[in-house]
């Protein structure tokens, strides 16, 4: 049996071959390298904690007298952070729509919609929403049974809010 070795002819003909394709391939290449790692998706683990969902709440507060200029939504009495909605006109909006996404477990919660500036002093109200459930990869009434809210009717000085009751068991 033959064996090779790098004092070997057949040894350092292989090294030979192998530096050279080496030195071809980083001539062939034009010194720009691309390098785009990608993080990989890790599943929310907080979702899926028991007794844990996520709640996309929508409302809208409709004006009967005056004008609303700002509102916000709470979540057990804490504005979620994003959920602040602005009348685009400088006299204020004759309905402002609210939007907010939260992350809650199971027990008694909730959601306000918060007047933060209005045209007069004392405004009517009328408030209602949807609260659509996510648990996990499963969504929980999403189109066909989603939690209502109101309608219901409050006169409110600025930063006063409109509450709605909510109760999750697992």
Known sequence: MRQASFSSPDGRWVVVVLVGLALGALVG???????????????DWQSNLPGT????????????NGACLEATVLYDGHEVPGARSRCPHPAGCAELELEAKVLTATGH??????????SQEVVDYRAEGTVVVHRGNLNLGLGDMPIRLGPSHATLEAGGAVDFDIQFTN
């Open 29 to 43: 290449c034009d010194n720009s390298m691309n390098f785009n790692p990608v993080a990989p998706e890790w599943p």
């Open 53 to 64: 969902r996520t709640l996309e709440i929508d409302g809208v507060l409709q004006i009967q």
């Open 109 to 118: 919660h909730t959601i306000s919609f918060q007047v933060v500036r209005q």
